[in-house]
């Protein structure tokens, strides 16, 4: 692993090192699971992550160990690996492959130091939780222990004549984005002035909150992130066999830092990757399947181009759609077969189904108040151009069906308009075009790793196909006024084209809580309420 290992290791004193390797399975990497700490510190710890510049380790030194009472655990040492009553295990799993066993042992993992793209696919699997360092409230304008910016340096990249150019441009782009951060901070600083009552803080956090929004896509897919996973021995089996087949280099080494720390914690959960004609013959399999539609997509699609659509384009729905899930919310209150119930549906009067869909939605008080499953018997697939930035935060919603392609700078880049106003959009474009030039280098000797040089602003195409529940969550939280401005535009988009173009008029009403105006700065009704917590 050394070999690989472009990571920057942390440094502690005896004294941290002592408390830390009770709780980690190691101190020297970049991932570790979490061990002998009670569960609401696990989730307090990794919902703290998300909004902290800090390593997880460093983050339980300077803000949780002291609250805890650490001295029943002296005697343990997590990072040589845990003693576990294995033998039940081994008896089900093994032997027998009874897969429900291996849901029941959950593990917190950290995977420190991954790039844009790995998270991506750290965060493919629907079956796990995920939490990821947020680009709103992390600056990327500091460096890290070794004075080196926090971007990916793939090994062979950087042992190849274009190793020198790759940091050199990657140094180019982290040093715009650290001068034009306090100049952004200054124009919305003008543009929205502090008002009577808000707090000098709130209004700060705020404004520097927007800042980082307007800038994130100067970023490069190669910028550093943090992620924390929770999940079962089974969900971590998935991933991990799909990552040691991913084509991304990074994904197959960080694949086999991961297994070797969940063998000290969950081993028997994991024993059938190691055998060959069950996880090497999976991983094969993955990878053979991943070649072959490859190259029958180029072989097939060559001369197609694609053709011009809308950022959001609904491709499928179901045009009785609505009639199917008044059938669905009927069927747990009938004895009616589900043909027949669908039958009677039919024959209802509009005014009739409307009252059996009122019934269903009630009086929702808030967002959170969500319908039963009646509404995933319908179902809508949108195809959607954003800038990467927005599809990371989408991708996120994995109960729906995610697909995206290639990361190319073939569809462009977006330019913020607030970056525009301030007068930035030079120097912004310019980093951009560096960008490009330098995907274009490499995308012939390193394909697989040359979106490390795309900067977020650049633009991919994915599809999101989502049941009308699905629909609900995500258009209402993701047009939420403190969202980002590009996924909000989308979410309310998806919500138009719901009622409007699929006709379901009475499913897209009852996505009571999607928002559809603009406001100012987003985060500063969230600070508001967090100051009067605060004060409280």
Same mark, same amino acid.
């Given at each position: 692993?050394?070999?690989?290992?472009?990571?920057?290791?942390?440094?502690?004193?005896?004294?941290?090192?002592?408390?830390?390797?009770?709780?980690?399975?190691?101190?020297?990497?970049? @991932?570790?699971?979490? %061990?002998?700490?009670?569960?609401?510190?696990?989730?307090?710890?990794?919902?703290?992550?998300?909004?902290?510049?800090?390593?997880?380790?460093?983050?339980?030194?300077?803000?949780?160990?002291?609250?805890?009472?650490?001295?029943?655990?002296?005697?343990?040492?997590?990072?040589?690996?845990?003693?576990?009553?294995?033998?039940?295990?081994?008896?089900?799993?093994?032997?027998?492959?009874?897969?429900?066993?291996?849901?029941?042992?959950? @593990?917190?993992?950290?995977?420190?130091?991954?790039?844009?793209?790995?998270?991506?696919?750290?965060?493919?699997?629907?079956?796990?939780?995920?939490?990821?360092?947020?680009?709103?409230? *992390?600056?990327?304008?500091?460096?890290?222990?070794?004075?080196?910016?926090?971007?990916?340096?793939?090994?062979?990249?950087? #042992?190849?004549?274009?190793?020198?150019?790759?940091?050199?441009?990657?140094?180019?782009?982290?040093?715009?984005?650290?001068?034009?951060?306090?100049?952004? &901070?200054?124009?919305?600083?003008?543009?929205?002035?502090?008002?009577?009552?808000?707090?000098?803080?709130?209004?700060?956090?705020?404004?520097?909150?927007?800042?980082?929004?307007?800038?994130?896509?100067?970023?490069?897919?190669?910028?550093?992130?943090? @992620?924390?996973?929770?999940?079962?021995? &089974?969900?971590?089996?998935?991933?991990?066999?799909?990552?040691?087949?991913?084509?991304?280099? #990074?994904?197959?080494?960080?694949?086999?830092?991961?297994?070797?720390?969940?063998?000290?914690?969950?081993?028997?959960?994991?024993?059938?990757?190691? %055998?060959?004609?069950?996880?090497?013959?999976?991983?094969?399999?993955?990878?053979?399947?991943?070649?072959?539609?490859?190259?029958?997509?180029?072989?097939?699609?060559?001369?197609?181009?694609?053709?011009?659509?809308?950022?959001?384009?609904?491709?499928?729905?179901d045009r009785l759609g609505e009639e199917k899930v008044v059938g669905a919310m009927l069927y747990p209150f009938s004895n009616l077969p589900d043909d027949q119930l669908r039958s009677v549906v039919a024959g209802m009067s509009h005014e009739e189904r409307l009252?059996?869909?009122?019934?269903? *939605?009630?009086?929702?008080?808030?967002?959170?108040?969500?319908?039963?499953?009646?509404?995933?018997?319908?179902?809508?697939?949108?195809?959607?151009?954003?800038?990467?930035?927005?599809?990371?935060?989408?991708?996120?919603?994995?109960?729906?069906? %995610?697909?995206?392609?290639?990361?190319?700078?073939?569809?462009?880049?977006?330019?913020?308009?607030?970056?525009?106003?301030?007068?930035?959009?030079?120097?912004?474009?310019?980093?951009?075009?560096?960008?490009?030039?330098?995907?274009?280098?490499?995308?012939?000797?390193?394909?697989?790793?040359?979106?490390?040089?795309?900067?977020?602003?650049?633009?991919?195409?994915?599809?999101?196909?989502?049941?009308?529940?699905?629909?609900?969550?995500?258009? #209402?939280?993701?047009?939420?006024? &403190?969202?980002?401005?590009?996924?909000?535009?989308?979410?309310?988009?998806?919500?138009?084209?719901?009622?409007?173009?699929?006709?379901?008029?009475? *499913?897209?009403?009852?996505?009571?809580? %999607?928002?559809?105006?603009?406001?100012?700065? #987003?985060?500063?009704?969230?600070?508001?309420?967090?100051?009067?917590?605060?004060?409280?």
């Open positions: 692993m050394a070999s690989f290992a472009p990571f920057v290791r942390e440094s502690f004193t005896p004294e941290e090192a002592d408390i830390l390797r009770r709780y980690f399975t190691n101190l020297d990497k970049p @991932v570790f699971a979490l %061990v002998n700490l009670p569960e609401v510190v696990k989730g307090a710890l990794f919902a703290r992550y998300s909004r902290s510049a800090k390593s997880l380790r460093r983050l339980f030194l300077d803000e949780f160990v002291g609250e805890l009472d650490i001295s029943g655990d002296l005697t343990i040492d997590a990072t040589v690996g845990l003693e576990r009553a294995e033998a039940l295990y081994d008896k089900v799993f093994f032997e027998y492959g009874d897969d429900s066993v291996a849901q029941l042992g959950g @593990v917190h993992l950290a995977c420190e130091q991954a790039s844009n793209l790995l998270t991506k696919i750290l965060e493919w699997g629907r079956l796990a939780s995920y939490l990821e360092q947020s680009t709103r409230y *992390i600056a990327y304008d500091t460096r890290l222990e070794n004075g080196r910016y926090r971007y990916f340096r793939d090994p062979a990249v950087l #042992e190849s004549t274009l190793g020198a150019r790759y940091v050199g441009d990657m140094d180019f782009v982290f040093d715009a984005y650290a001068d034009l951060l306090p100049a952004m &901070q200054s124009y919305y600083a003008r543009e929205f002035p502090k008002e009577p009552g808000d707090s000098d803080f709130a209004w700060r956090r705020s404004v520097r909150a927007k800042a980082l929004d307007a800038l994130r896509g100067l970023l490069p897919a190669a910028s550093l992130s943090n @992620v924390g996973i929770y999940g079962s021995g &089974q969900s971590y089996e998935m991933l991990l066999m799909r990552m040691r087949s991913h084509p991304l280099p #990074e994904a197959r080494e960080y694949a086999e830092m991961m297994h070797a720390e969940l063998r000290k914690v969950i081993p028997s959960f994991l024993k059938r990757l190691d %055998v060959p004609e069950r996880g090497g013959a999976w991983t094969e399999y993955f990878s053979k399947c991943r070649e072959a539609t490859h190259a029958a997509s180029e072989f097939l699609l060559a001369r197609c181009v694609p053709e011009p659509r809308p950022s959001v384009t609904l491709t499928d729905f009252s059996i869909i009122a019934a269903y *939605i009630g009086e929702r008080a808030n967002r959170r108040h969500r319908p039963g499953r009646a509404l995933e018997r319908t179902s809508y697939r949108f195809d959607v151009v954003s800038d990467y930035g927005a599809f990371r935060d989408l991708q996120r919603h994995r109960m729906l069906t %995610v697909e995206w392609q290639q990361f190319t700078n073939r569809l462009g880049y977006s330019v913020p308009a607030d970056v525009l106003a301030a007068g930035l959009n030079d120097r912004y474009e310019e980093v951009l075009e560096c960008s490009s030039d330098l995907y274009d280098e490499m995308l012939e000797r390193f394909p697989s790793q040359a979106p490390y040089a795309l900067s977020l602003a650049f633009r991919i195409r994915y599809v999101m196909q989502m049941n009308a529940r699905e629909a609900m969550h995500l258009t #209402e939280l993701r047009s939420g006024m &403190q969202g980002h401005p590009v996924y909000r535009e989308i979410a309310q988009e998806m919500h138009r084209l719901i009622g409007e173009r699929a006709g379901h008029r009475a *499913i897209a009403d009852a996505m009571r809580y %999607v928002e559809h105006g603009t406001t100012g700065l #987003e985060r500063l009704e969230a600070e508001r309420r967090s100051e009067e917590r605060r004060r409280a």
